[in-house]
């Protein structure tokens, strides 16, 4: 499709919605690894990615685009900047919801530089418009830039820079199937094994000059949800609390009192994840009952509850996708300290939708 621009001139307009940035500039995050070597876990994405940039590099070529998919928190963007740092590259980083006309994406791509590389997040929320301009943009390096309206309309098409479009999403399941075919690498990214997200906390700590004994980043670790992002901000609560309590060294007794002020069981669970298991199962008997009508008795944003909250509880067995709804498991009703009484029966569940 042509995508009309009459109001939008590469050489003046500068692009909008869009934080550049060198790669090998320091990062807002300073917790955010810079290279491969660093970024722990997801051990086969990265030793494909390895292969996949040393060969391009060798190439001098730009690698090829690359879909992103994973629970928010992951390392996503982590691993867009690793790789613009890996490949040498400039880093364009966007986000979909930002980018609101066509003219928006032309600025960006009009402007990206041979062998960079292009960062969206949230590409599954990008508008139809747009992800029709990025089909040719990806497969073709060029844009169709309409001038003028009606009868005296012309096309003209504007030759791209060959880039790396990265594109992140929490959900694979609303990247439509034309836009998802032209990423030639896909890596999914796992939650992190306890193992992993101690080392996370250890050079977390390390890099924010905070103490933290052994069996503390392990108990730390474990109550992260499998997820880098909320290890580092747990070790920063944590460590507000030694430093007022502790002369600031992190030891289990802090984890564990942190963490209950916190709202955090054991296992990692907070307050709004018991809600959700709570409400479906005294209000819903155990499920099926549907993600917009949870979303209403919980007071949580569908996309939250579906990209945050469900996919840690069912990873964890506490809760099921089933085609007529969201339904908990026996794991839930234990966790809850709640008689298991068989969760509801076929009729119930018919009842429900
Ligand atoms: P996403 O884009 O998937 O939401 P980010 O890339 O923003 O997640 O990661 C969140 C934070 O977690 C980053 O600031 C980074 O410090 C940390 N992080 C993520 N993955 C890793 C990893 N594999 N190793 C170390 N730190 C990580």
Redesign the pocket.
Same mark, same amino acid.
């Given at each position: 499709m042509k995508q009309e621009f009459n109001d939008f001139n590469p050489e003046e307009d500068s692009p909008v919605a869009v934080t550049f940035q060198r790669a090998d500039e320091k990062t807002e *995050?300073v917790? @955010?690894?810079q290279y491969l070597e /660093?970024?722990? #876990?997801?051990a086969q994405l990265k030793e494909n990615l390895s292969v996949f940039i040393k060969a391009a590099r060798e190439r001098g070529e730009a690698l090829d685009h690359t879909f +992103?998919i #994973?629970?928010? #928190? +992951?390392?996503?963007? !982590?691993?867009?900047s690793i790789i613009a740092n890996e490949m040498h590259s400039e880093l364009r980083m966007t986000s979909a919801p930002a980018l609101d006309k066509p003219k928006d994406l032309a600025g960006i791509l009009t402007n990206v530089t041979e062998n960079s590389i292009f960062f969206i /997040?949230e590409i599954h929320r990008l508008k139809p418009a747009l992800e029709e301009m990025l089909y040719i943009a990806m497969e073709d390096f060029e844009i169709d830039w309409v001038i003028g309206q009606g009868p005296s309309a012309r096309t003209m098409r504007i030759p791209l820079p060959r880039f790396t479009l990265i594109g %992140?999403t929490t959900k694979a399941g609303s990247v439509s199937t034309p836009l998802s075919e032209r990423f030639g690498i896909t890596g999914h990214?796992e939650y992190?094994n306890d193992e992993?997200l101690k080392k996370?906390v250890l050079?977390?700590a390390d890099i924010l000059s905070c103490r933290i004994d052994d069996e503390a980043a392990s108990l730390l670790a474990h109550c992260s949800r499998g !997820?880098? @992002?909320i %290890? *580092?901000r747990l070790l920063k609560r944590l460590r507000d609390f030694a430093d007022v309590m502790k002369g600031g060294c992190i030891d289990t007794d802090i984890v564990r009192y942190g963490l209950d002020k916190l709202g955090i069981d054991s296992n990692g669970l907070e307050k709004q994840d018991r809600a959700i298991l709570r409400t479906i199962i005294q209000f819903y008997q155990g499920g099926p009952v549907g993600a917009d009508t949870l979303s209403i008795s919980v007071g949580e944003a569908v996309e939250t509850l579906e990209d945050f909250y469900e996919p840690y509880l069912i990873q964890q067995g506490y809760l099921k996708r089933t085609p007529r709804g969201r339904m908990v498991t026996r794991k839930a009703y234990d966790l809850l300290n709640i008689e298991y009484n068989g969760g509801s029966t076929d009729a119930d569940q018919g009842l429900l939708f």
């Open positions: *995050n917790l @955010r690894p /660093d970024f722990q #876990g997801q +992103l #994973g629970p928010p #928190g +992951l390392g996503k963007t !982590t691993l867009a /997040d %992140a990214l992190y992993e996370i050079r977390s !997820t880098p @992002r %290890a *580092n």
